[in-house]
């Protein structure tokens, strides 16, 4: 941008419960890929700065992970990401997936929300293949429980609604100076994008047989002198049973899981990529505070 124009910069904190649609939305948004997206509940992890622009205004989006009851340490470091990425927004989009709706997770969701001083929007999602009048009784519902400055229906895989979202979200923009490049999308390091792309990558190809206590740790990312990438990451895993699945019969799975992820980053990142995985057993995984760091999370107790 130039300097000359007015500027504007704020943050939008996208959240929901599990499954709801965050992420692909996310993603149209800014125009392109940026998080990962899956049919499983709980995909994203940790909270994820999406950058879109909309003419002179920047609009950071948080895409967090669903917020749901946590049971477990991961659970607990997730939510807490999720209500982290709220703190300070300029906005708060509740995104809600009227067709399986997820009541008992959205009725939490909405009890801590309505005494938030932020301005609250709500996206109703999968408009394209819900039925009008349950639609209109749902937003006439929690806008009754929320008061939610607008109403948006919209299918985030489509499209549709989302220019008109995205013009309401830029309009709510403070002024202020871009608080990154114009060609910057995400605040993702490549190392962290590659991992991510190798986990979602298990999501589409393991679907039921995907076990929740798995991670996909970077160990290397270095630059050859001929200009392509070699990436080293760990698929661990916390038992020995799960090992064999992600392996598949002499080592099909992996190695088509591999050459996905590989296609996909040297796309995204344009330069020839040399991917190498290798699966570890480590049972206690999930209470280790280096992996934590590495996902983007707090350590919590």
Not at 17 to 22: C, D, F, I, L
Not at 24 to 40: E, H, R
Not at 59 to 76: H, K, N, V
Request: glycine letters at 6%.
């Amino acid at each position: 941008m130039s300097e000359s124009a007015e500027t504007k910069c704020g943050v939008v904190a996208v959240i929901g419960a599990p499954n709801a649609g965050k992420s692909t939305l996310v993603n149209q948004l800014v125009g392109q890929k940026v998080a990962i997206t899956s049919a499983k509940a709980q995909t994203t992890r940790a909270r994820l700065l999406g950058i879109a622009l909309a003419g002179p205004v920047q609009i950071i989006l948080a895409d967090t992970p669903g917020i749901f009851a946590p049971r477990r340490r991961l659970d607990r470091a997730m939510v807490n990401a999720a209500w982290e990425g709220a703190v300070a927004a300029d906005a708060i989009l509740l995104v809600v997936d009227p067709v399986k709706q997820r009541r008992h997770e959205l009725e939490p969701l909405l009890e801590v929300l309505k005494d938030r001083p932020e301005r609250k929007l709500l996206a109703l999602n999968k408009v394209d293949i819900s039925k009008k009048e349950p639609l209109l009784e749902l937003a006439q519902d929690l806008a009754g429980k929320v008061s939610f400055e607008e109403v948006f229906f919209i299918s985030a895989l489509s499209g549709d609604g989302v220019p008109e979202l995205k013009e309401h979200l830029a309009s709510l923009m403070p002024e202020g100076p871009w608080h990154y490049p114009e060609d910057q999308v995400s605040d993702a390091s490549e190392r962290l994008l590659a991992a991510e792309v190798t986990r979602e990558q298990l999501y589409r190809q393991l679907h039921e047989e995907l076990p929740y206590d798995s991670a996909v740790r970077p160990e290397s990312y270095q630059h050859r002198r001929d200009g392509s990438v070699e990436i080293h990451q760990q698929i661990v895993v916390g038992r020995d049973s799960q090992k064999p699945i992600m392996l598949g019969k002499r080592g099909a799975r992996i190695k088509a899981i591999g050459e996905a992820a590989r296609a996909e980053l040297s796309e995204i990142l344009g330069v020839k990529v040399h991917l190498f995985l290798h699966v570890k057993v480590d049972e206690r995984w999930a209470e280790s505070r280096e992996v934590y760091e590495e996902m983007g999370l707090d350590w919590v107790r």
